[in-house]
């Protein structure tokens, strides 16, 4: 069974919606440890009331950011971890742990990317006046929030949006897409080739879902 890694900095709500698809049997893997930068991450307590191992690494303990990634990487590696999911980890993966776990770093943006990449995307979709808003499940490469895209969610976007209501709305998103991609990789299903991700035995679906457009569509499991 698949062993997940998490790196977290804060409230982890993504995190606790990968817990939930795990316990109600929707994803086949289970959590190996978190990882935090942050002693005071709300994440630890949702580690804690599940049981999850976790770890505080500070940054400032360590020579260089690669060397603060190898002992991520090297944590992640001794506990059999297959995945590594960032969710809500404030800081730019390093090369260390991007080799020891090729195309196998998530992230999730709350933006369409490529739009919007960065901190505030939220308030950057807001503040432009988009139409469409929206979040992306994306393997990590080394640039900021460029790497590969697995799932994005269309979140349409209002004039009288705020940062926060625009927020708010598109984290109900994330909340669904980011379970299901760790799903379908922990089915063996997601392929990366020439920097586009390949879903295996897709199948097509009329129905796109609700409110919001969600490529590709979620399956029914
Ligand atoms: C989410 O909006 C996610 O897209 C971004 O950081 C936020 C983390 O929220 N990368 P949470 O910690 O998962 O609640």
Redo the contacts with the bound molecule.
């Keep these: 069974m698949l062993k997940i890694g998490v790196l977290?900095?804060?409230?982890?709500?993504?995190?606790?919606a990968i817990i939930d698809a795990i316990k109600g049997g929707r994803i086949n893997a289970g959590i190996a440890l978190l990882v935090t930068d942050k002693p005071d991450a709300?994440?630890i307590e949702r580690a804690r009331a599940n049981g999850i191992p976790y770890l505080y690494l500070d940054p400032r303990g360590f020579t260089s950011r690669d060397a603060y990634f190898e002992k991520v990487a090297g944590e992640l590696s001794s506990r059999g971890a297959g995945l590594v999911v960032?969710?809500?980890?404030m800081r730019i993966v390093r090369r260390p742990l991007l080799e020891a776990f090729p195309w196998k770093v998530m992230?999730?943006?709350?933006a369409l990317l490529p739009s919007f990449p960065g901190l505030h995307?939220?308030r950057q979709a807001a503040q432009y006046g988009v139409k469409i808003s929206g979040?992306t499940v994306h393997f990590v490469d080394e640039g900021m929030d460029t790497g590969p895209i697995i799932i994005q969610a269309a979140v349409p976007a209002r004039h009288d949006d705020t940062e926060e209501s625009l927020?708010q709305r598109?984290?109900e998103y994330?909340h669904r897409i980011y379970p299901e991609a760790v799903r379908l990789f922990a089915e063996g299903r997601l392929e990366v080739r020439d920097k586009k991700v390949f879903i295996r035995g897709f199948k097509k679906k009329a129905d796109m879902g609700g409110e919001a457009l969600i490529s590709p569509p979620l399956e029914d499991v």
């Design positions: 977290a900095s804060g409230r982890g709500s993504n995190f606790q709300y994440a960032l969710a809500g980890f992230n999730i943006h709350p995307g939220q979040c927020s598109i984290l994330e």
